[in-house]
Nanobody, 121 residues
Framework: QWQLDESGGGLLQAGGFLRLSCPAP????????WAWYLQAPGKEREIVASISWSGANINYATYSVNHRFTIIRDSAKNTVYLQMNNLKPEDTAVYYC?????????????WGQGTQVTVSS
């Protein structure tokens, strides 16, 4: 079972920025649909952004609709990123990378263990 390996989280002050990374060693990231989720303390996991396998469809949840967050797929580095700008205390959460691949009628979903982002006011 493939476990994704997110990185890039940290502790920072409001207004700062972070770039989360989710590499896919040995795999072709263009074969997968990708998404970033967050889970704040005591809350359900929710989607932040997604990008389709082709890169043609990119969606952002209402939470980040003000475009502070950008999902980036870098085929040359075989890595998916979440660029987060102008961070706010309410962005504090564990962020998870998600990959999904569908082959005929079979679908497989992979998760990482998450990376903690803590934003202080």
């Amino acid at each position: 079972q493939w476990q994704l390996d997110e990185s890039g989280g940290g502790l920072l002050q409001a207004g700062g920025f972070l770039r989360l990374s989710c590499p896919a060693p040995g795999r072709n990231i263009s074969d997968y649909n990708w998404a970033w989720y967050l889970q704040a303390p005591g809350k359900e996991r929710e989607i932040v952004a997604s990008i389709s396998w082709s890169g043609a469809n990119i969606n952002y949840a209402t939470y980040s609709v003000n475009h502070r967050f950008t999902i980036i797929r870098d085929s040359a580095k075989n890595t998916v990123y979440l660029q987060m700008n102008n961070l706010k205390p309410e962005d504090t959460a564990v962020y998870y990378c998600n990959a999904e691949i569908s082959v005929l009628d079979d679908s497989h979903t992979f998760w990482g263990q998450g990376t903690q982002v803590t934003v202080s006011s």
